[in-house]
């Protein structure tokens, strides 16, 4: 996060006043240094209004990742990964896609409903007593021109150029995007819907890449078991690789906590007295009481780190 420093506002509020016949910005300097107000200023906006905070449940589009002690951690809120404005809005752009999709869609002659009758509810999986779900983009069908009443699922992705967007049109949804191709799957074997219709935009070109997608219900059906068993897990899930250095790790933003011992941070749900129980609470075995869910974030001196051995 960046930030115009005191001496650059200093020396714009001098130069203002230097002369008060004259347009501030017309000073030497004054307009670049507003240039970098302004920006810096956004960027703080947008690394903080667009931060969500953490999950209250394990996603759909995170099961699939190939740890399961990152999700464990993530999921004990062990770290909530700090992200720039520039980062947020990448973030943010995904979720404003979706409406350019449903646009050309609706355009051509599909039939989708991204809302439940309310018009404001997605159409949402939930598992493992309220703690494992997620979010479709949408449901429907193709174009009566098609000639396939079959529903289908719809979900919707963006990508920047590279390799990551490319690997789709070479080796298809299932194994260029595995983390994808799962979610989707999980979202069909809850709901039954044998196919997607994927839907991935190059932000930098606009190039779209679409493909009509066999979902995996077994695939789907061992994701739920995959987070049941890292909700109900009282310890750390084996880690992925015990090489510090192995790339996948490298990266992760819970290498500190995972590799290094750094503590997680502090919260109830964090903490070994807390457990997940019904309807997506959790139960406090230090008060013999389920937490408050404004109090979770805030854990209490009864607090032992889940890390500690």
Known sequence: ?????????????????????????????VASLISKRIKDDIDNYCATAYDDGPRKHLGASLIGHDCKRYLWYVFRWCLHEK??????????????????????????GFNIHEYQADGKTQFRISGVNGHFGGSMDGIGCLPESYGIPEKVLFEFKTNGTGAGFNKLSSDSLAIAKPQHFAQVSTYGYKYG????????????????????????????????IKAEQIIT????????????????????????????NAPPEVNCRSCKNATPVENGEWFCS??????????????????????SI
């Open 286 to 307: 230090a008060h013999n009481g389920n937490i408050p869910a404004d109090f979770i974030p805030k854990a209490c001196p009864s607090y032992i780190s889940i890390t």
């Open 1 to 29: 996060m960046t930030q115009t420093n005191g001496a650059e506002l200093l020396k714009i509020q001098k130069l203002g006043s230097e002369n008060q016949n004259d347009s501030k910005l017309s000073l030497p300097g």
């Open 193 to 224: 819907f044998n196919y997607v219709v994927y839907l991935n935009i190059n932000k930098n070109d606009d190039d779209l890449y679409i493909e009509v997608a066999k979902l995996d219900h077994n695939l789907g059906k061992h994701m739920e």
């Open 83 to 108: 992200h720039s404005g520039r980062q947020q809005r990448l973030f943010n752009r995904g979720h404003r896609e979706e409406a350019r999709f449903i646009e050309w869609l609706k355009g051509v």
């Open 233 to 260: 897990a009282k310890t750390a899930p084996k880690r992925l690789s015990d090489n510090p250095t192995f790339y996948k790790c490298g990266y992760c933003a819970m290498k500190n906590i995972c590799h290094n």
